[in-house]
């Protein structure tokens, strides 16, 4: 079956630095999605990749899609606490059924 | 939050019993599903419906039950089949499900907790 393989599983940056999450599936996918879920929270959708190579910002935040549709990297430049929370990519599998990452979890130390 | 509820927010069960989460929409959405997270690792899907009076499995059913009477609600039933309940459940919905690449809503989810 289709997987998605996330890393790292946690992460610890001092504030200001760079954070990186890496999401692989084991098949091509048609789409992939970003969802943050604050600590104790619930997920909430932050963005959707469609195209091959497709790169989108949002703010301090790039999101690129790969050329073979198979990965995907969520960037976040110069961390601020608010980021703090675990980060999930999906990719849909049959229909409307998608399989979660395992997600990262983002610690930023002030 | 989107407009799903769910309750209760804290559940505790002793062993052998049923358990019943609520979860409601009101956006209208024809697809719901129900996601279990244990502590450090992803969502699971568990059921999910694209319309009234129809639901799935997904990859953890067992244990599980559901229905979809309502398109508004999406009740799931842990039952006592289930060997190891305690975890986060979250409820999502879409607009269409059957849709490739729809946007999940999720709502704040409930943490069920066996004594």
């Known amino acids: 079956g289709q997987q998605v393989m996330q890393i790292p599983q946690y992460q610890h940056v001092q504030e200001g630095e760079d954070f990186t999450t890496y999401c692989n599936s084991s098949t091509t996918l048609s789409n992939i999605q970003w969802y943050k879920q604050r600590p104790g929270g619930h997920p909430v959708f932050l963005i959707q990749?469609?195209?091959?190579?497709e790169v989108k910002k949002q703010k301090r935040l790039t999101f690129q899609f790969g050329e073979a549709k198979k990965n995907s990297s969520l960037h976040i430049t110069a961390t601020q606490t608010t980021d703090v929370g675990t980060y999930f990519c999906?990719?849909?599998?049959?229909?409307?059924?998608?399989?979660f990452g395992t997600g990262t979890s983002l610690t930023v130390i002030p | 939050d989107g407009g799903i509820t769910q309750s209760p927010k804290y559940l505790f069960r002793k062993e052998g019993q049923n358990v019943t989460l609520s979860c409601e929409q009101n956006?209208?959405?024809?697809?719901m599903y129900w996601y279990r997270q244990d502590p450090g690792q992803g969502l699971r899907l568990i059921y999910y419906s694209q319309i009234v009076n129809d639901f799935q499995k997904g990859d953890i059913a067992e244990g599980y039950s559901v229905s979809r009477e309502k398109k508004e609600s999406f009740p799931l039933t842990v039952t006592s089949a289930q060997k190891n309940p305690t975890a986060f459940y979250l409820c999502a919905s879409s607009i269409q499900g059957g849709k490739v690449g729809e946007t999940q809503y999720f709502g704040p989810g409930t943490r069920l907790l066996v004594l």
């Open positions: 956006l209208n959405h024809d697809a």
């Open positions: 999906a990719g849909p599998y049959t229909g409307n059924q998608f399989y």
């Open positions: 990749l469609v195209k091959s190579g």
